[in-house]
Structures are given as C-alpha cells and as structure tokens.
C-alpha cells in the first residue's frame, strides 16, 4: 500500500485496458486522515486530494495549500445548501452534486462569487433508498438543467452498492456519461479503482489504501 503503490497499480490496470495513466487522475481522499500521513503524500510529490466535508477541508486546506504549490483539493462528499458558498470558494471541484436544488443553489453562488468548481453529478446507480444521487433515468434531465444553468458539468459520478459488482455499475455510469456527451467519470475507490479503470474512470478516489485505515 502506499502512493507508489497505488500509482503502478493504476499504470498495470491502463496498460490492460489499452488506455494512457495520463487519462487517469488519483484523488487521494485524505479526510479524517492524520496531517502527518497528508504531509507524507504531499512531500512525495502528490498534489490532487479529496475531502468529504466542508469543514474538514477548511480546518486543513488553507495550511497545506500556503506550504505546497499546486494544491488542488475536491468535495467528494454530501453537499448542505447551508455550506454551498463555501464549497464553491474553496474547492476545485465538487463531485457529489446530486440534486436539482443544490444544482441551482451552486449556480447562483457562482454567479455571485464570479467563478465555479468543476462539476460532476452524483448518480445512484443502485437506485438504494439511502444513498444520494439522481437516478439513472433522471440522469438526462439532471444533466440538461445543470447545463441551462450554465454550470461548468464535467462529467459523473457514482458510489456502487457495497454488496454488488462494481463494474456493472461502473459501466452503467460510463454509458449514461457518453449518451450526455460527458469525458468525465469520478468512479473507484480502494477496493475497485482496478476494475473502475477498466470501465472508463477518469478520477478514481482512492483514501485507505493510500493512506491506511481512517481511524475515526
Ligand atoms: C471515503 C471516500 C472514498 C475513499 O474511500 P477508500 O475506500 O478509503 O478508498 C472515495 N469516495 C468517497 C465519496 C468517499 O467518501
């Protein structure tokens, strides 16, 4: 385990798949994380990460970014309406926008605030009751109405039931993303960035088998 680790196995999975690493960005997902494990991976060189919360990104970010050129950090988790002008003055992107009204709500602050994060909308591929995301068949729509927002949508996102075989969601994704005409895929975690990669994943977010286990 490790970022070199995590980098060959990426390289390994690109070479399969007939694709380029190059296409492929690693998010290191670095909440609840130690700063010392986050300074570790920012000194070898490392300089994409993900948080799930907005304060956890506020509490750590602004430091790390004041010591380390390039920083670029990404909302992988929930998005309130209440925490949404925050999210847009400080992330580069937000992957987890998964509802008509945080859709409209993020376009607004960007107007106000004059510039936005990239984009990607969060779609429930296992159609679980519990979990976020628009559904697969109001992907479509979601994706017009953010683009009449003029908000700038890069791509999709999804976290595949636990239970299931990620690649038939990873493929659902990847299907839904070409027939909007979307480059951009935010799928895989530790335990299946390997078969995401295969599916088409442009970002994987991979956390614990960087960093090691999250202790909470
Ligand atoms: C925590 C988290 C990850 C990383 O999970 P690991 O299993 O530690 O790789 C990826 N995506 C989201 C949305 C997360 O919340």
């Known amino acids: 385990m490790g970022?070199?680790?995590i980098r060959t196995r990426i390289e390994d999975a690109c070479t399969r798949a007939g694709r380029k690493p190059a296409d492929v960005a690693l998010i290191a997902i670095s909440k609840v994380q130690p700063n010392e494990r986050v300074k570790a991976v920012l000194d070898e060189g490392h300089?994409?990460?993900g948080e799930n919360t907005v304060q956890e990104a506020e509490g750590k970010w602004p430091d790390f970014r004041a010591r380390y050129d390039g920083v670029e950090v990404h909302l992988v988790g929930p998005l309130q309406s209440n925490?949404?002008?925050?999210?847009?003055e400080i992330f580069d992107a937000i992957h987890s926008v998964d509802r008509p009204k945080i859709a409209r709500t993020i376009a607004r602050l960007a107007q106000e605030i004059g510039h936005c994060p990239d984009l990607f909308l969060q779609v429930n591929t296992g159609e679980e009751p519990q979990k976020a995301g628009v559904l697969p068949d109001e992907t479509d729509a979601f994706v017009a109405e953010c683009r009449a927002l003029d908000l700038p949508v890069r791509g999709l996102m999804c976290i595949p039931p636990v239970e299931e075989t990620p690649s038939l969601h990873f493929a659902l994704l990847a299907k839904l993303a070409a027939r909007n005409d979307l480059s951009g895929l935010s799928m895989g975690m530790s335990g299946d960035f390997e078969e995401a990669i295969a599916q088409g994943?442009?970002?994987?977010?991979?956390g614990s088998a960087i960093f090691g286990e999250r202790v909470y």
């Open 83 to 88: 925490k949404a002008r925050r999210a847009v």
């Open 3 to 5: 970022l070199t680790d």
């Open 201 to 206: 994943a442009t970002h994987v977010r991979v």
């Open 47 to 49: 300089r994409l990460f």
